[in-house]
């Protein structure tokens, strides 16, 4: 079964930043996409940042494209996502999942029976 433990949330500034931790237990860790989405209150969990086997072109979704980067660390099993010039829109709790992807068809990044972990929250103030 896969545990999932995200890390790293806190209240910051308009134009602050912020980076995430994720460590999954999963086997094959370098063998999966790996993903994080985000869900602010009274909205559905959308995909922010997905990033592929080979690491080579992540995807992100066009709010967080040139401030946020994902990468992942396969020695200690874990994936990062880096955020800067945040902004108030970006609150919301972050999770982590393996299994996503890009859709064509959505315009948007989902993921294939994700496992959902406690999450993390991130405030962005004005």
């Known amino acids: 079964q896969v545990q999932i433990a995200e890390s790293g949330g806190d209240s910051v500034q308009a134009g602050g930043s912020l980076r995430l931790s994720c460590t999954i237990s999963i086997l094959d860790f370098r063998a999966n996409t790996m993903g994080w989405f985000r869900q602010a209150p009274g909205k559905e969990r959308e995909g922010v940042a997905c990033?592929?086997?080979?690491?080579?072109?992540?995807s992100y979704t066009d709010a967080v494209k040139g401030r946020f980067t994902i990468s992942r660390h396969a020695l200690n099993r874990t994936l990062v996502l880096q955020m800067n010039n945040l902004k108030p829109d970006d609150t919301a709790m972050y999770y982590c999942?393996?299994?996503?992807?890009?859709?064509?068809?959505?315009?948007?990044?989902?993921?294939?029976?994700?496992?959902w972990g406690q999450g993390t929250q991130v405030t962005v103030s004005i």
């Open positions: 990033l592929g086997q080979s690491e080579r072109d992540p």
């Open positions: 999942t393996p299994r996503c992807y890009f859709s064509p068809n959505h315009n948007k990044i989902l993921a294939r029976n994700p496992t």
